[in-house]
T-cell receptor
């Protein structure tokens, strides 16, 4: 089956630094990728939709200057948390939708646990 | 706007017993419905989906779900629970229109007791 690779799986950083998270579709092309944030014991909150070759679409309340998204190719999207603060600590998950032979579904990365000290 | 409700934060079931995890949805058009499972500190894994056709959908690991249009429900079921089924389960919906934004429920923790 299709695989979405996300890394790093875990990152600890100092307040004020920036952190980049990568999301790759390994065996299919993804013109769209979704970035979610998940707080403990809560659902996934869609942060933004990453579009290859164009600007990302951010959900209401998500700061686009803080959470920079770049969809550089049909297989790679990156999320950069700029000037991270402790309140940005969370579990971040990417996903890519797939249709056609793979069927209508979302393929998820394994997530990144970000801890900001 | 589309939404999903999972009324139970946690479901406990004894190993070998049947399990049900409830989900109701709201969407303006025809729904695409999904169930995903999440293990600790991991991403989500696809279990099954309803797009069209038979109301009873069979998926991975022996799970199935029944689409009920009149009750706008899509409950997840399994005839005989395993301890390894213990995880967090998410119901999700999207409109059958072109935009692929998926809305997730709040999740239900399934605990299978040996």
């Amino acid at each position: 089956g299709a695989v979405v690779s996300q890394h790093p799986s875990r990152v600890i950083c100092k307040s004020g630094t920036s952190v980049k998270i990568e999301c790759r579709s390994l065996d299919f092309q993804a013109t769209t990728m979704f970035w979610y944030r998940q707080f403990p014991k809560q659902s996934l909150m869609l942060m933004a939709t990453s579009n290859e070759g164009s600007k990302a679409t951010y959900e209401q309340g998500v700061e686009k200057d803080k959470f920079l998204i770049n969809h550089a190719s049909l297989t790679l999207s990156t999320l950069t948390v700029t000037s991270a603060h402790p309140e940005d600590s969370s579990f971040y998950i990417c996903s890519a939708p797939s249709t056609g032979d793979l069927g209508e579904k979302l393929f998820f990365g394994s997530g990144t646990q970000l801890s900001v000290l | 706007a589309q939404s999903v409700a999972q009324p139970e934060d946690q479901v406990n079931v004894a190993e070998g017993n049947p399990l049900t995890v409830k989900c109701t949805y709201s969407v303006s058009g025809n729904p695409y419905l999904f169930w995903y499972v999440q293990y600790p500190n991991r991403g989500l894994q696809f279990l099954l989906k309803y797009i069209t056709g038979d109301n009873l959908v069979k998926g991975s690991y022996g799970f199935e779900a029944e689409f009920n249009k009149s009750q706008t429900s899509f409950h997840l079921k399994k005839p005989s629970a395993l301890v390894s089924d213990s995880a967090l389960y998410f119901c999700a919906v999207r409109d059958s229109g072109g935009y692929q934004k998926v809305t997730f429920g709040t999740g239900t923790k399934l605990q299978v007791i040996p």
